[in-house]
């Protein structure tokens, strides 16, 4: 019997020291959570998931460690995505969804215990991704501590493609807002850059 239990304790060991164990249990969490809550089925409705700040997540200055805010936008976007359909209509269609580009910028720390909610939304798309702006506000006064705005890759399918399947008539893309952009500008610009670096831009001559 003790021999069985410092097996079970040395597998347990072996296992959390080789994955984020907790990453993979929280992911299945939300996978549940979003499969018993009602369908969200209007595409660009803004969604909500809440969540405390606590001891794991702190860094050495005792607020949420900035690398926390960019794994809540994770769970948040995949809970979004379990709601409206995106993702089961994305995996019938063989198609993955994979982060293409991400930009955060930080308002106001999240201290320890502090209650917040993420508030996700679909803001547009084009012809190879959806381009999702994520929200952290604070339950104590409704301050916007943190946004992030996330450009989703679609591979093997097309965003247009996805929404027709899930709405099953075609839907029309709003107008990207004036930061959004920006930020698509500048991320055509580092790829132009990072390919004229790399040479790539004189073989594709």
């Known amino acids: 019997m003790g021999e069985m239990l410092l ?5 347990l060991l072996l296992l959390f020291c080789t994955l984020d164990v907790w990453y993979f249990l929280r992911g299945a969490h939300v996978f549940v959570q979003a499969w018993f809550q009602p369908r969200v089925r209007d595409m660009l409705a803004e969604q909500s998931i809440d969540g405390t700040v606590l001891p794991h997540d702190l860094d050495y200055m005792g607020h949420m460690n ?10 948040a976007r995949f809970h979004h995505y379990m709601r409206n359909g995106l993702f089961m209509a994305s995996w019938k269609l063989g198609a993955r969804l994979v982060v293409g580009a991400s930009t955060i910028r ?10 917040f909610e993420i508030r996700t939304k679909i803001v547009g798309w084009d012809e190879k991704a959806f381009y999702i702006e994520q929200r952290f506000v604070s339950k104590k006064d409704g301050f916007v501590s ?3 705005l996330c450009r989703q890759n679609v591979v093997h ?11 099953k008539r075609t839907i029309d893309c709003p107008e990207f807002p004036e930061d959004l952009k920006h930020w698509i500008s500048f991320i055509s610009a580092s ?10 831009e004189e073989k594709n001559k």
């Open 146 to 148: 943190a946004v992030m």
């Open 7 to 11: 097996l079970v304790l040395g597998a």
């Open 106 to 115: 930080y308002r106001r720390s999240l201290a320890f215990r502090e209650a």
């Open 157 to 167: 399918c097309s965003p247009e493609s996805i929404l027709e399947f899930v709405c």
């Open 191 to 200: 790829s132009q850059a990072l390919r004229a670096e790399s040479g790539l």
């Open 66 to 75: 900035n690398s926390r805010y960019l794994r809540e936008c994770d769970f």
